[in-house]
């Protein structure tokens, strides 16, 4: 069966862009992720998914894939739903959290990069949640 | 701006019926709820708005509308999404809950009615979330 997780991932992505805001989702990055490393902090990277940053953006019940650019250069970017940590508004940090799968935290700590992220889209995770974690609701 | 919330009532609603289970909504009754009034118990009622029982569905940022038999007798059914307490399959008790709001909420004690529901879709919300509260995280 599948879990009510991508369901409430695209009601929140489908909430910001409603309301004019940009999603953003936080991710646990391990084997099972494909996006660029040189943004990955602490084992974690925070995508700009809007329609404007992510094309071809599908939300599926298992994978969410898109095509982004980073540095000027486009990459495709799969991602796992278990490896979806929260998607939130970058504009008021609105939006849910989720325990992420074991297998993803478990090898979260090895996937850890100690470059410094300048990104054009994504940001630090630990930057977001510090200020908006109040408003964020951890599903079980 | 528009809350979460009516997003994510349809995403589990979407969840429900996707895996072939019967969606159930908790609603706190008070003057703005059109409900059966003798299904009414505590202040609340439970309602199954599956495609089967609950006829031109309409899941809006607002307000919920459908058309509902109830002892063989079509009723409209009115709710606003504040007054809504919860969403979640009746198979299983997976889904969320919601604060209300709070004028719903201090209205609630005077619709109560001692009438025992006997009711052909709704079910007693008390029955319901002594065996599956646990699945259901707020929502604030």
């Known amino acids: 069966m599948v879990s009510t997780k991508p369901y409430l991932l695209r009601a929140i992505y489908q909430w910001c862009v409603d309301q004019g805001l940009t999603p953003y989702i936080a991710v646990l990055v391990d084997a099972e992720t494909s996006v660029p490393a040189q943004y990955v902090k602490e084992g974690q990277i925070t995508l700009n998914i809007s329609p404007e940053a992510a094309h071809q953006l599908i939300m599926g019940d298992d994978l ?12 495709s970017l799969s ?26 935290r ?3 700590g090895q996937e850890e990069t100690g470059d410094e992220p300048t990104p054009p ?20």
Chains 1, 2 share one sequence.
């Open 79 to 104: 991602i796992p739903v278990g490896n979806v940590s929260a998607i939130y508004a970058r504009e008021n940090g609105h939006g849910m959290a989720f325990e992420v799968v074991e297998a993803a």
């Open 106 to 108: 478990q090898s979260a």
């Open 121 to 140: 889209e994504p940001t630090s995770p630990t930057d977001k949640s510090s200020g908006s974690r109040s408003h964020l609701t951890r599903i079980k």
């Open 64 to 75: 969410i894939t898109c095509s982004a650019r980073f540095g000027g250069v486009a990459q």
